[in-house]
């Protein structure tokens, strides 16, 4: 395949800061393909500085652009609507979704992640029926919102859980909730093993209880994403140490059967590119690998070694370093490695690739590498948290050093700020900021929803979208 190199800039000007020369190398356009934002017509350029320059926010908490504004809907510390207990801790990954079906029309529904480890500020409320494992201080809240984004109702989702990352929604409006760990039993003071899916339903949550989805796979989850056709659920593994983590895909027995059915079981598999030990190796965007293997995950429940380091025969199984963010768009779905470096041990450096498997053709391509002097070069270290956008481009949380932003990536691949934090977690001497985290739109795309990791903070942002 033919790919496409540009020189362009942006600016946030606010406060001096600015985006630097950038390059690509792909196709930026391939990452909508299908997708009901490719399907609408182009938005009016949208020029070198997006949605404009960033305003300072008078009151230190979030700088938008002219014409945008935000409502903080909750806070690390507030009590929970529901009387349960305090807003947890690190706000992560989040989804949205529409009112239910015979309910409210207008109403808004977001499931929120708490990624706490055993050393959390504050915990997910412990709640009889919802609780999987007393110890874990990790889940997930839901709050309810109307209309004007006012929170109507806020509580606990599920808890026990522990270090709930990411995560992706189902076709039948439920949130699959990802453990990034794969802690024992007896480890960290944990009751039960962890590094499970587990199936939230954001209207009622007593629907889906806390019961893990162990055929899907124990070990260090990230992100999910479901193929509306076929039901097959891909799986993300964010490995923190060499082997690095694999990408997987899940056949269940009861596909698109709707809430509880992925209890039935199914087969997991890991994604084999003969020859390929090492994604990280392949650096030229538009590189394709046809007919992919996918090879049965010996023990999908790690009972004595970790899956990534088990035995997958005399073809090996593919790596890759930072696998996270993955999303369904088309015909095909996408996954994001967020950046290799050889110095921990990757074959390769990049700062960021964006893959595209298409499961009728089992072909997998290389669609963007992000880094300096080849590929489009984020301002921050690397992708994480990644979402499609109501002007047909990409919402892309920031995960990096120095000061925190959501950037938007046109279809034309111009890069530009659409968000900055300014909570600072550190000293006045040595500044620190949270990252930002679980982006995502309402159904009706007049607002994007998004979290500031620490200190936890979920705010919604309404304005001109469609400019």
Not at 36 to 53: I, M, N
Not at 54 to 80: A, K
Request: hydrophobic letters at 35%; a negative charge.
């Amino acid at each position: 395949m033919s790919a496409t190199r540009r020189q362009l800039l942006g600016r946030t000007g606010a406060l001096g800061a600015s985006i630097a020369s950038i390059a690509f190398t792909g196709s930026v356009s391939e990452l909508f393909a299908g997708t009901a934002a490719a399907a609408e017509p182009d938005s009016p350029p949208l020029g070198r500085g997006g949605y404009g320059p960033l305003v300072p926010d008078p009151d230190g908490l979030l700088d938008l652009p002219e014409g945008f504004r935000y409502r903080v809907l909750s806070r690390e510390g507030d009590e929970l609507r529901s009387g349960e207990g305090k807003v947890p801790s690190h706000c992560d990954g989040m989804a949205a979704f529409p009112g239910c079906a015979g309910g409210h029309r207008g109403r808004t529904h977001l499931v929120r992640n708490h990624e706490n480890r055993k050393d959390a500020a504050i915990r997910v409320p412990a709640v009889p029926g919802l609780t999987y494992d007393p110890m874990g201080l990790g889940g997930c809240t839901a709050l309810e919102l109307d209309s004007g984004n006012q929170v109507l109702s806020e509580r606990v989702a599920i808890a026990g859980t522990a270090v709930n990352c990411a995560g992706g929604p189902t076709p039948w409006h439920t949130w699959l909730t990802c453990e990034e760990t794969e802690d024992r039993a007896g480890t960290n003071g944990y009751t039960k093993d962890h590094g499970f899916i587990f199936e939230v339903d954001p209207y009622d949550p007593r629907r889906t209880g806390a019961v893990p989805l162990t055929a899907m796979g124990r070990f260090q989850h990230e992100a999910i994403a479901v193929d509306p056709r076929s039901g097959v659920v891909y799986e993300t593994e964010d490995a923190f140490e060499k082997p690095f983590g694999l990408f997987y895909r899940f056949r269940p027995k009861k596909p698109l059967g709707g809430i509880g059915s992925l209890r039935a079981g199914g087969e997991l598999q890991a994604l084999r590119v003969p020859g390929v030990p090492d994604l990280s190796t392949i650096q030229e965007p538009g590189t394709t690998f046809d007919r992919v293997e996918w090879v049965d995950v010996p023990d999908p429940l790690a009972r004595q070694t970790p899956i990534r380091f088990q035995d997958f025969g005399p073809g090996g199984i593919t790596h890759a370093q930072k696998l996270e963010g993955c999303y369904w768009g088309g015909t095909s779905v996408y996954f994001v490695s967020s950046f290799a470096k050889s110095a921990d041990g990757s074959a390769a450096d990049h700062f960021g690739q964006i893959w595209r498997y298409d499961p009728d053709r089992r072909r997998l391509t290389l669609v963007i590498v992000f880094g300096p002097d080849t590929d489009l070069q984020l301002p921050g270290e690397s992708p994480d948290n990644i979402t499609l956008a109501p002007s047909g481009g990409l919402m892309v949380c920031e995960d990096g050093n120095g000061a925190q932003h959501v950037f938007g990536v046109t279809r034309r691949g111009e890069v530009y700020a659409m968000a900055r934090g300014r909570q600072n977690i550190g000293t006045p001497e040595e500044p620190e900021w949270g990252e930002f985290a679980g982006v995502t739109f309402a159904p009706d795309r007049r607002t994007m929803y998004v979290n500031c990791y620490t200190p936890g903070t979920t705010f919604a942002v309404t304005g001109p979208w469609r400019h």
